[in-house]
Each structure stands twice: as structure tokens, then as C-alpha cells.
């Protein structure tokens, strides 16, 4: 059981509050721990030109760019492509106080709280939704890159959090974190940790261009024409399709369309030029504070993949089927279909669930290969592959028969070279990022008594 002694002058601090709850959370203990800060103590809204959230709004979603705004949840934001597919109405949006700006920091307000971004180029013209809090820095006295190294770390994101409210969801308003504290540590610190948060940015944008530009590569070899969809669809074609489906769904959809463009052009099976594509079986779930960490589906997908969860070294059966190894090609396969990731550095060694797919380039470079899976062709055909209602899956077998198309030889390298750029960008960024974090941390914690 956890105990603390109150002082008065706190229920000040916490506008009344009673609920023993949050003087035993983290943002308390924090603020417990900063009054051990040999360096001045400011507030957030000191540090700041504004803290503000978006207005709510009535979301009218269009199909194409050219109508609408490309528009960002508070889970999106995490995500290593921001880009969803997802356009609000120019037309019928009041875009006050929703559009963001580059060097913003961004954290949620609603449901999971705290978690927290700083933007890049890539997040311009995006709006964005009333769930994050915007917080602008005015780089004054705190850099902006530090001051979202702090509010990214242990510690920030405990003062983040310390006055949610709310019964079944929480949330918390700009006004809660105003007074929030913030030491303004040596100019000389700050701008390491800046620059160390600068770089990562940087890389990041690096890498979704080379990402784009690999696309749009790839895009130019296949030549790919939208055509009409038929209205029937032939007994023959029906029972020479994989298990005979009969649905008409995966006959008239775009996946569908582009398997067949693909087919009748040079291609090959992932079957041929891969290694066993597969998925681990299901097995008990031994979770400890320290082993290995375990990827579900979800944390993939983020631009710093991480998970609170720790599988057990010495109580988990077939441990080395769940690892993942650099190069291999991840392809999500319940629930949210054909997501594909590529391992770098900092995912090898980690483990990821049965719901993720394992592919291994073999007698194809591994940068084209993950360049067509990863790109819309290869994302609607597997998700055309899918089966099941209520969580669509696909198998390994599905996988098996993704047609890739083979291009001249010097534009399927080009493209490699590029996807290799992106993994190491990644992997660079993800690293600096979390180097400027862990030097915050260290810092504050040499401070305790």
C-alpha cells in the first residue's frame, strides 16, 4: 500500500482535490522531486506563445485531396505514416485553430493521455483533431526540442497526466497544464538536447520523402491504369480462384483489378523469391518487468515502436520464432490488414505477436520487395486477400501468392538503394530521439536525495 503526507499548501496546487488517488500519482511525485532542481523552476505557459486545442467540429470526410484536408487523430499522430487516407470537406470545415505548424508539440487530451509528438514538415496543411493539446514554444528561456524531450519523458508525461478527470474517459484541458513545471537547465545542455531532437526530425522527413520517392518510382515502372470493373465475373474464374470464393466483394475490388494487372506482367510469387513466409502459433503469455519486449500489431506501426510489454525469457515456449530479425518484412494480418513494416536495427532482437506475418526476401533485393508491399499496389492486393467478418485476417498461404512485379533490373536497385536510405534514416532518427529523452531522465534523476 502506498502512503504520503499532504501539506496543506498542496490542495491549493491541485485546485481542491481530495482524491488520494492523485497526490500518489506521478505528476505529484515529480513535482515532489523538482523542488531538488538546482536550476530555476518556470511554468509551462512562461515558456510558451500558446496552449491551445482545436475546435470541435463536424467531420464531412471526402475521397480525394483536391476536396478536402488531410486530416490526423490523436493515434495517428503516432504513426510511422501519417498519412491515412483520411480528408475532411474544404468545403464544409472551419479550419480556426485545427490546422498545426512545423516545431509544435502535440499531446493527447482524451482517452490515453500524454502522449506526446513534435511536428515536422510533413505535419503542414493537416488538420487535426480537437483530442491533442497544441503547445507552441516561444524559445526563450527552453528550447523547443528540449522542452519536448521533458515533456516526452517519464517525468513530463506524469505532469501531463496529473489532472486528468473524468469517470470512464479521461481527459485534460490546456488550462490543467499551464502551471506545469519546467526546469530551465544550462543553455549548453538545452542545446544538445535541441539538436539531438532537431536531427531526429530531420531524419524523419528524410525518410518519408525516400519512402514517397521510392513509390512513385515503382509507381512509373508498373505503369498501373485504373479500369472498369466488369459485372460478372465467369464459373471458371470463380473455381480456379485460391478456395473458390464466391463473395463479390474480392472479384470487383481495386485488389483484385490490380492482382490481375500485375499477373500479366513480368512478376514472380512472393513464394519464389522469399523464405518460409509465416506466423508463430499461439502460446501463453508470460509477462515480467524485465525480458524481451513484445510488438503487437499496433506498436509496429509507430514512428518509435514501443511496448510496455515484457515477455518472459526463460517461461516463453518457442521464444526464437517470436523474435524478429533485421530485413525481414512484417506484414500485419488481423484486425488491420497488409500494414508492412521493415525491420531496422532497433526492432531486430524484439519479439511480435502471432497477428504479424514474417517475410524474408530471397533472390530479390529486399529494398524493392518491401518498396511494392508497402506501397498502395501491394496494400490492396492483400487486403483483397482477406477472409472473416468480424476480424478479417489473412494467412500465410494468401501472402504466397502476392504477384510482384519484376522491373529492369537498374530500376528495381535504384529503388533498393532508396528503401535502404529509408531503413537507416528510421533507425537514426529513433535513436537520437531516445538518447535526448534518456538525458533528461539521467539528469533529473542525479538530482534525488
Given at each position: 500500500?502506498?502512503?504520503?503526507?499532504?501539506?496543506?499548501?498542496?490542495?491549493?496546487?491541485?485546485?481542491?482535490?481530495?482524491?488520494?488517488?492523485?497526490?500518489?500519482?506521478?505528476?505529484?511525485?515529480?513535482?515532489?522531486?523538482?523542488?531538488?532542481?538546482?536550476?530555476?523552476?518556470?511554468?509551462?505557459?512562461?515558456?510558451?506563445?500558446?496552449?491551445?486545442?482545436?475546435?470541435?467540429?463536424?467531420?464531412?470526410?471526402?475521397?480525394?485531396?483536391?476536396?478536402?484536408?488531410?486530416?490526423?487523430?490523436?493515434?495517428?499522430?503516432?504513426?510511422?505514416?501519417?498519412?491515412?487516407?483520411?480528408?475532411?470537406?474544404?468545403?464544409?470545415?472551419?479550419?480556426?485553430?485545427?490546422?498545426?505548424?512545423?516545431?509544435?508539440?502535440?499531446?493527447?487530451?482524451?482517452?490515453?493521455?500524454?502522449?506526446?509528438?513534435?511536428?515536422?514538415?510533413?505535419?503542414?496543411?493537416?488538420?487535426?483533431?480537437?483530442?491533442?493539446?497544441?503547445?507552441?514554444?516561444?524559445?526563450?528561456?527552453?528550447?523547443?526540442?528540449?522542452?519536448?524531450?521533458?515533456?516526452?519523458?517519464?517525468?513530463?508525461?506524469?505532469?501531463?497526466?496529473?489532472?486528468?478527470?473524468?469517470?470512464?474517459?479521461?481527459?485534460?484541458?490546456?488550462?490543467?497544464?499551464?502551471?506545469?513545471?519546467?526546469?530551465?537547465?544550462?543553455?549548453?545542455?538545452?542545446?544538445?538536447?535541441?539538436?539531438?531532437?532537431?536531427?531526429?526530425?530531420?531524419?524523419?522527413?528524410?525518410?518519408?520523402?525516400?519512402?514517397?520517392?521510392?513509390?512513385?518510382?515503382?509507381?512509373?515502372?508498373?505503369?498501373?491504369?485504373?479500369?472498369?470493373?466488369?459485372?460478372?465475373?465467369?464459373?471458371?474464374?470463380?473455381?480456379?480462384?485460391?478456395?473458390?470464393?464466391?463473395?463479390?466483394?474480392?472479384?470487383?475490388?481495386?485488389?483484385?483489378?490490380?492482382?490481375?494487372?500485375?499477373?500479366?506482367?513480368?512478376h514472380k510469387k512472393l513464394i519464389d523469391i522469399s523464405e518460409e513466409?509465416?506466423?508463430?502459433?499461439?502460446?501463453?503469455?508470460?509477462?515480467?518487468?524485465?525480458?524481451?519486449?513484445?510488438?503487437?500489431?499496433?506498436?509496429?506501426?509507430?514512428?518509435?515502436?514501443?511496448?510496455?510489454?515484457?515477455?518472459?525469457?526463460?517461461?516463453?515456449?518457442?521464444?526464437?520464432?517470436?523474435?524478429?530479425?533485421?530485413?525481414?518484412?512484417?506484414?500485419?494480418?488481423?484486425?488491420?490488414?497488409?500494414?508492412?513494416?521493415?525491420?531496422?536495427?532497433?526492432?531486430?532482437?524484439?519479439?511480435?505477436?502471432?497477428?504479424i506475418l514474417r517475410v524474408k526476401?530471397?533472390?530479390?533485393?529486399?529494398?524493392?520487395?518491401?518498396?511494392?508491399?508497402?506501397?498502395?499496389?501491394?496494400?490492396?492486393?492483400?487486403?483483397?486477400?482477406?477472409?472473416?467478418?468480424?476480424?478479417?485476417?489473412?494467412?500465410?498461404?494468401?501472402?504466397?501468392?502476392?504477384?510482384?512485379?519484376?522491373?529492369?533490373?537498374?530500376?528495381?536497385?535504384?529503388?533498393?538503394?532508396?528503401?535502404?536510405?529509408?531503413?537507416?534514416?528510421?533507425?537514426?532518427?529513433?535513436?537520437?530521439?531516445?538518447?535526448?529523452?534518456?538525458?533528461?531522465?539521467?539528469?533529473?534523476?542525479?538530482?534525488?536525495?
Open positions: 500500500m502506498k502512503t504520503l503526507k499532504v501539506k496543506n499548501n498542496w490542495f491549493n496546487d491541485s485546485g481542491q482535490r481530495l482524491d488520494a488517488s492523485y497526490y500518489l500519482s506521478d505528476g505529484p511525485l515529480t513535482n515532489i522531486k523538482l523542488q531538488n532542481s538546482p536550476y530555476p523552476l518556470s511554468h509551462l505557459s512562461n515558456e510558451t506563445k500558446d496552449i491551445f486545442k482545436g475546435n470541435i467540429f463536424r467531420r464531412v470526410y471526402v475521397d480525394y485531396p483536391h476536396t478536402g484536408f488531410p486530416f490526423m487523430t490523436s493515434s495517428d499522430m503516432l504513426k510511422s505514416k501519417l498519412h491515412n487516407g483520411k480528408f475532411v470537406s474544404k468545403k464544409y470545415t472551419d479550419v480556426a485553430n485545427l490546422m498545426v505548424d512545423e516545431n509544435w508539440i502535440l499531446t493527447s487530451r482524451s482517452g490515453t493521455l500524454g502522449n506526446t509528438i513534435y511536428t515536422n514538415k510533413e505535419f503542414k496543411n493537416f488538420l487535426v483533431t480537437d483530442d491533442l493539446i497544441r503547445i507552441v514554444p516561444n524559445n526563450k528561456k527552453v528550447k523547443s526540442g528540449f522542452l519536448y524531450a521533458y515533456l516526452t519523458s517519464k517525468y513530463g508525461k506524469g505532469l501531463l497526466t496529473q489532472s486528468s478527470y473524468g469517470g470512464v474517459v479521461k481527459h485534460i484541458e490546456p488550462h490543467h497544464i499551464e502551471k506545469l513545471l519546467i526546469p530551465i537547465f544550462p543553455i549548453d545542455f538545452q542545446k544538445k538536447i535541441d539538436q539531438l531532437i532537431s536531427d531526429s526530425s530531420n531524419l524523419r522527413v528524410q525518410a518519408t520523402d525516400v519512402l514517397r520517392k521510392s513509390h512513385l518510382m515503382l509507381s512509373e515502372g508498373l505503369k498501373y491504369k485504373r479500369g472498369n470493373n466488369t459485372r460478372t465475373t465467369s464459373l471458371k474464374t470463380i473455381l480456379s480462384s485460391h478456395q473458390s470464393r464466391l463473395e463479390a466483394s474480392y472479384y470487383k475490388s481495386e485488389g483484385n483489378q490490380i492482382h490481375n494487372f500485375v499477373r500479366a506482367k513480368n513466409i509465416y506466423r508463430p502459433g499461439i502460446f501463453k503469455r508470460h509477462y515480467v518487468e524485465k525480458g524481451v519486449e513484445f510488438f503487437g500489431g499496433a506498436e509496429i506501426m509507430k514512428a518509435i515502436p514501443q511496448s510496455e510489454k515484457k515477455l518472459s525469457i526463460a517461461k516463453t515456449k518457442h521464444l526464437e520464432s517470436l523474435k524478429i530479425e533485421e530485413d525481414q518484412i512484417l506484414v500485419t494480418c488481423g484486425g488491420t490488414i497488409g500494414q508492412t513494416v521493415l525491420v531496422n536495427r532497433f526492432l531486430a532482437g524484439k519479439t511480435a505477436s502471432q497477428h526476401a530471397k533472390g530479390i533485393k529486399t529494398g524493392y520487395l518491401f518498396a511494392f508491399m508497402s506501397s498502395d499496389f501491394g496494400l490492396k492486393i492483400m487486403q483483397s486477400f482477406t477472409y472473416g467478418s468480424v476480424i478479417p485476417q489473412i494467412e500465410p498461404h494468401h501472402l504466397e501468392l502476392l504477384p510482384v512485379p519484376i522491373l529492369e533490373e537498374i530500376e528495381m536497385d535504384k529503388i533498393h538503394e532508396k528503401i535502404m536510405a529509408y531503413k537507416e534514416n528510421v533507425s537514426l532518427s529513433i535513436e537520437k530521439e531516445l538518447e535526448a529523452i534518456n538525458l533528461v531522465e539521467k539528469e533529473i534523476e542525479q538530482w534525488q536525495k
